[in-house]
Nanobody, 116 residues
Framework: QVQLMETGGGLVQPGGSLTLSCAAS????????MGWYRHPLGKQRELVAQIDINSHTNYADSVKGRFTISRDNGKNTIFLQMNSLKPEDTAVYYC??????????WGRGTQVTVSS
């Protein structure tokens, strides 16, 4: 089993910044991806950003140039630095870990609200 603990959500004004963190613990072995998804109210969940064990990254078009995903392999922790936030970034953000031959694990989610 793997546990994911997210921190860092909150309320921020448009144009502001927030950093999310996700710490993973448990049986983490082998090939895996970590990333962030978000679920805006009334819409479908969508991928925001992913990072592999070699720090190769993948971003949704809507966040490219504004969000940066990074990781600390020694601590099994990933970060999402979110800059130039827009109201449409408002959502519950979920940490995800996919492990080869194990499948997906999810955090409980953290609310990000961008509003003046």
């Amino acid at each position: 089993q793997v546990q994911l603990m997210e921190t860092g959500g909150g309320l921020v004004q448009p144009g502001g910044s927030l950093t999310l963190s996700c710490a993973a613990s448990g049986n983490i072995f082998g090939l895996h991806l970590m990333g962030w998804y978000r679920h805006p109210l009334g819409k479908q969940r969508e991928l925001v950003a992913q990072i592999d064990i070699n720090s190769h990254t993948n971003y949704a078009d809507s966040v490219k140039g504004r969000f940066t995903i990074s990781r600390d392999n020694g601590k099994n922790t990933i970060f999402l630095q979110m800059n130039s936030l827009k109201p449409e970034d408002t959502a519950v953000y979920y940490c995800n870990m996919w492990i080869y031959q194990q499948g997906d694990y999810w955090g409980r989610g953290t609310q990000v609200t961008v509003s003046s």
